[in-house]
């Protein structure tokens, strides 16, 4: 039918529909009334069927006429609902965004960025994902995510990093724990007799660690070994061990006030940095550009702060007392 529809002659249409007559019409267009009437007629001949008839001094539509019509206002409404849609978009009211993130990262983005933006944007909605670091670079170069948070991507230009800072590899125990008494940064060697919790090998963390044992030409045993940073922060808090982390992935699981993070001395272990990313080239819906801006803004005052509390001393990670929550 799209195919067969002029659309200046079913604007012609309408309007004499609207107006009540063909004269009417054409004052409003501000037409020659024979012209508004030749448009009809070949309106009519496109379609194969009168669609006005006499009444009066005036027309209406016949049985063809009104089908016309009604599909007319429809194509209009539907126009409409898409023009408020795209405007809506536009204004950051509607959308859709996913993010993927290393779960050391979720609690802070629902502290801060992701709760603050999803207050003030209520109808959008999000999906956020947990997932390892090599996952996260899959997902966010595949465009199945529009922003990655995790910690020291490999180096991929397919893949754009709008904010990072450092973010230091720490030991977390109780603060009753033998290693917490040292009052210096802390050797791996000084981990050995201890019983300690890690995550898996695919995790860019454990990747570090891994790196600084070699250089150290240690190997740390792990009684536990997992893929959750809150099981992690579980174990110590139950006085089973130490484990090793980034202070931005376990300081959310300091809630028990004896808990304290400890510096490391082996270089390694300071080189790491968290990333913001995502892919490169890739021109992000509204809601999710406005998102990561959010974010970005966010984590560099995190980074700022945390960099103005001072390195090297053990720190208390239980909330009021020091954390980064």
């Known amino acids: 039918m799209d195919d067969k529809l002029d659309t200046r002659r079913v604007r012609y249409f309408m309007q004499v529909l609207e107006s009540g007559s063909v004269r009417g019409a054409a004052d409003v267009l501000d037409m020659d009334p024979s012209a508004v009437s030749r448009a009809i007629g070949i309106l009519e001949t496109e379609c194969g069927l009168p669609l006005l008839e006499r009444h009066g001094r005036g027309v209406v539509p016949t049985d063809a006429g009104q089908l016309l019509a009604g599909y007319v206002r429809r194509q209009q409404g539907q126009r409409q609902h898409l023009l408020a849609q795209m405007d809506s978009i536009r204004k950051i009211e509607s959308g859709h965004i996913d993010i993927v993130a290393g779960e050391g990262y979720v609690d802070w983005l629902m502290r801060r960025s992701l709760r603050i933006f999803m207050a003030s944007h209520p109808k959008i909605t999000v999906n956020l994902d947990v997932a390892s670091t090599d996952e996260i670079v899959r997902r966010v170069i595949e465009e199945r995510a529009h922003i990655g948070m995790l910690f020291q991507p490999p180096k991929d230009e397919r893949l754009t990093s709008h904010q990072s800072h450092a973010q230091p590899i720490q030991a977390m125990v109780l603060g009753s724990h033998p290693l917490a008494q040292l009052d210096r940064p802390l050797k791996l060697a000084d981990l050995l007799p201890y019983p300690g919790a890690t995550l898996h090998r695919?995790?860019?963390?454990?990747?570090?660690?891994?790196?600084?044992?070699?250089?150290?030409?240690?190997?740390?045993?792990?009684?536990?070994?997992?893929?959750?940073?809150?099981?992690?922060?579980?174990?110590?808090?139950?006085?089973?061990?130490?484990?090793?982390?980034?202070?931005?992935?376990?300081?959310?699981?300091?809630?028990?006030?004896?808990?304290?993070?400890?510096?490391?001395?082996?270089?390694?272990?300071?080189?790491?940095?968290?990333?913001?990313?995502?892919?490169?080239?890739?021109?992000?819906?509204?809601?999710?550009?406005?998102?990561?801006?959010?974010?970005?803004?966010?984590?560099?005052?995190?980074?700022?702060?945390?960099?103005?509390?001072?390195?090297?001393?053990?720190?208390?990670?239980?909330?009021?007392?020091?954390?980064?929550?």
Not at 214 to 222: K, M, Q, Y
Not at 290 to 315: F, W
Request: charged share 15%; proline share 7%; net charge positive.
């Open 202 to 325: 695919n995790f860019g963390v454990r990747q570090h660690i891994e790196a600084a044992e070699i250089s150290e030409g240690v190997r740390l045993p792990a009684l536990l070994t997992t893929t959750s940073f809150s099981a992690l922060g579980h174990f110590v808090s139950a006085g089973l061990g130490y484990t090793l982390g980034t202070r931005i992935s376990l300081t959310p699981n300091a809630d028990h006030p004896a808990l304290v993070e400890l510096p490391m001395k082996n270089p390694l272990l300071s080189q790491g940095r968290s990333h913001i990313v995502s892919r490169h080239g890739r021109l992000l819906p509204p809601a999710a550009a406005a998102l990561l801006r959010q974010v970005v803004a966010d984590m560099k005052g995190y980074a700022d702060s945390v960099a103005g509390a001072g390195p090297g001393k053990p720190r208390t990670t239980a909330r009021g007392r020091g954390a980064a929550g």
